[in-house]
């Protein structure tokens, strides 16, 4: 991982680029939740990007087999070896010391990677279409059928900070043969840099998979050197790139729950919760609002008195399951909140969620409003922590409260409300009865298959 320097065993974090790894002189300190640096991030100028994507679009695909098996090698060595100097348990504390995210994050993030990198080209051929092959010489071309090809060479992808789980799902594009640079996030941008070097370790080229850490001034030129690009963000970087045709914007989730009079909501509490508080509360597929038939009062009662078992624990204790900031920044989220919240009742979080630790830092606890109406503005407000907003619903309300949903878990036996919300354009994934909203698996969309964006099919007939 590039070593390390000085007595406070600060870590560099190189760039990797075409040549190997690169040191710059121009670096980010990487300052973790007590605000001591931990870590130098080498960021590479717009000449560099630029020769960069040069290299990787002049390189060709490693054999199909070979990159598979290059893939799920890589995943193995990132869940259980020593990647660039730092074991996997070692990748976890660095993790939990800079970003806050819980210990059980981390944890649950390695788990997920050898499931999703030995999976990774059957997931992605989960979205071909059936009338299309992978190849022109498949016989069923003779007489005419789709080749489903990629739409380009290279493939940039800007990292978020959020999640490590979120990195396995460009590795798709790895195994349809594109080459992919990566733009981590200065606020984690270990995950990424242990991915490319696992990646190379295991047989990708340095032509192949790239690490472009970045300023803000030359972020958009590793978009603008592929052919296409993904790009995590907020509202904003949405509608930046909202526009943009080469351009995949991912940004917040605000997912959802849905829970009609006929089901008994007693029966899905622990899938509400486990929605609302898994991954730290930090992730798109995190609850946002659960919308109920009936008086929410009770529900947002039993929420409240689970979510409030959860231990306050610095980042890297194994029993850590709520995300840490420093103290300052922990502080303007709950001025955010309390602001956002007035006119709400309050069954968790009402006067705060700060838990100071004592050492600069402060666990983030959770929040449970319950707001006055399904079209309440707070139910569209996505906060990077356990907090959720509870609404009534009636069937008269309709499905529009529930539009602009990552994942949207649906507890109901009706089956005509099913129809609507399934074809629902704004609503990317749609779970029925007892299942999370944090629900992923090797071969299901996360929001829309990736391939869908990355490949398309053209006629072949011989």
């Known amino acids: 991982m590039g070593g390390t320097s000085g007595t406070r065993d600060v870590v560099r974090l190189d760039a990797l680029g075409p040549a190997g790894a690169y040191r710059s002189r121009n670096v980010q300190t990487v300052n973790d939740i007590r605000g001591e ?68 994050t981390t944890e649950r993030a390695i788990e997920a990677t050898v499931r999703y990198t030995e999976h990774a080209y059957l997931s992605a051929q989960q979205a071909r279409p059936t009338g ?50 990566v733009r981590p996030s200065s606020r ?38 592929a052919d296409l690009a993904m790009v995590y963000g907020d509202d904003e970087v949405v509608r930046k790139y909202s526009s943009m045709a080469t351009v995949l914007p991912q940004g917040p989730g605000r997912s959802k729950i849905l829970i009609t009079k006929d089901a008994d909501w007693t029966s899905c509490l622990d899938t509400v919760v486990s929605s609302v508080s898994a991954h730290g509360g930090a992730a ?42 420093p103290l ?34 402060a666990v983030l606890r959770p929040a449970v409003h319950q707001v006055p109406g399904p079209d ?3 139910t569209g407000v996505e906060l990077p922590f356990p907090c959720v907003w509870v609404a009534p619903w009636s069937p008269e309300v309709g499905v529009g409260p529930l539009r602009d949903t990552l994942a949207l878990t649906v507890v109901t036996d009706d089956e005509t409300l099913v129809d609507r919300l399934v074809g629902e354009p704004s609503i990317a994934n749609v779970y029925l009865g007892d299942r999370p909203t944090h629900w992923l698996a090797p071969g299901v969309p996360h929001d829309d298959y990736l391939e869908s964006f990355l490949m398309r099919t053209k006629a072949c007939v011989r």
Request: with cysteine; glycine share 8%; net charge negative.
């Open 328 to 361: 300052d920044v922990a502080r303007r989220i709950e001025r955010h909140l309390l602001a956002t919240a007035v006119g709400t009742v309050p069954w968790l979080g009402g006067d705060g969620i700060v838990d100071d630790l004592g050492d600069g830092t």
């Open 284 to 325: 798109c597929i995190n609850t946002t609002a659960v919308f109920v038939e009936g008086d929410p009062a009770p529900l947002a009662q039993a929420i409240a008195e689970r979510l409030a078992a959860l231990p306050s624990l610095p980042p890297q204790d194994p029993k850590a399951v709520l995300p840490v900031k």
């Open 188 to 225: 984690e941008p270990f995950s990424p840099h242990r991915w490319i070097t696992a990646l190379r370790d295991a047989g990708f080229g340095a032509d192949q998979v790239a690490l472009l850490p970045t300023d803000h001034a030359t972020a958009d030129e590793v978009v603008r050197g």
């Open 132 to 181: 299309a092959v992978d190849d022109w010489r498949d016989p069923r071309t003779r007489s005419g059928s789709g080749v489903w090809v990629r739409r380009g060479d290279v493939f940039a992808v800007h990292a978020p900070g959020n999640t490590p789980s979120a990195h396995t799902l460009w590795l798709q594009s790895l195994a349809l043969g594109y080459r992919v640079a």
């Open 37 to 104: 640096p931990f870590a130098e991030l080498s960021l590479v100028p717009p000449l560099f990007v630029a020769r960069t994507m040069s290299a990787l679009r002049r390189a060709d695909p490693l054999p199909l087999e070979q990159r598979l098996d290059a893939i799920a090698r890589a995943g193995r060595a990132f869940a259980t070896e020593t990647v660039g100097g730092l074991s996997a348990e070692d990748y976890q504390h660095a993790v939990c010391r800079v970003s806050g995210l819980p210990w059980v």
């Open 376 to 378: 309440a503005r707070q």
